[in-house]
């Protein structure tokens, strides 16, 4: 946390969110192999997160507020699949968090049986327009279940991984499905998130005005202090061309021109 503020301070960011994983429930997670960095257990093809270290978390907050006080630095969490878990969403968020984000990490299982996370073997199993439009529905019904967060994120999630050698992502194939999902965000008075990991399609944002949004916000979802703001020049100039300015709140999200 604090070499990530240290980054912010060099790149001149004005402010920065440590919006932490919250995930409540095992995944079915069948390579067994946990990603670099991720504090996560796999034990018989099923991940288990521990909880969110939520007293740990907020005294580094603390700590380098006190040590970077040029920098607005915004304590937060990424809730995954918050509308699976009221109660535990709910006993998180009485701690108080900034920024809290919304996220569809996995399709609830055809079966009744464990979600299926959206891991790197998700293209293998199922036919890949059918996991956009899986991905999509769910991230509407969080939506329309849950108002437990402010920012949804990452709505081009599955398309990291979107299968090597196929015909490119084409969002234009999915517009029915984006625009209920960023409808059901504007009606609820939300912010969208511009996710950097991979560069959301801009007709995605000039969908998300046409329909009413309200605000965006952007993230570079780093887990690593070198990649803090990756791509945000390019995603601030889609912004603006998408028809979204940086507001009087200079530590604020971007709402519409
Ligand atoms: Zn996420």
Known sequence: MQRSCERA??????????TDHADFAPWPWPSGI?????RATVTDG?????????EEYLANVERCRGMFPGLRILSGVELSEPHWHPTSTRDLLNRGFDRV???VHSLPADDGGHPRALGDDIF????????????????TNMIRTCDQFAVLAHID????????????????AFEE??????????????????????????????????????????????????????????????AEASGFRPGTD????WPRA
């Not at 946990?34 to 991720?38: Q, T």
């Not at 099923?46 to 939520?54: D, E, G, K, N, Q």
């Open 157 to 172: 999630y599955p398309v990291r991984r979107w299968p090597v050698g196929a015909e490119p992502f084409d969002p234009d």
């Open 177 to 238: 499905e984006y625009r209920e999902a960023l409808r059901a965000l504007a009606d609820s008075g939300r912010a969208l998130e511009i996710n950097t990991q991979v560069p959301l399609a801009p007709r995605v944002v000039q969908w998300w005005r046409d329909v009413g949004g309200g605000a965006v916000t952007f993230g570079s979802d780093a887990h690593d202090p070198e990649t803090v703001a990756n791509g945000f020049a390019d995603a601030a100039a889609m």
């Open 101 to 103: 984000l919304g996220s």
């Open 46 to 54: 099923l991940m288990t997160v521990p909880p969110f270290p939520v």
């Open 34 to 38: 946990v990603p670099a960095g991720w």
């Open 9 to 18: 301070v060099t790149l001149g960011l004005p402010s920065i969110a440590f």
């Open 250 to 253: 200079p530590f604020g999200m």
């Open 124 to 139: 293998d199993v199922r036919p890949a327009a059918e996991v956009i439009r899986a991905y999509l529905a769910e991230v």
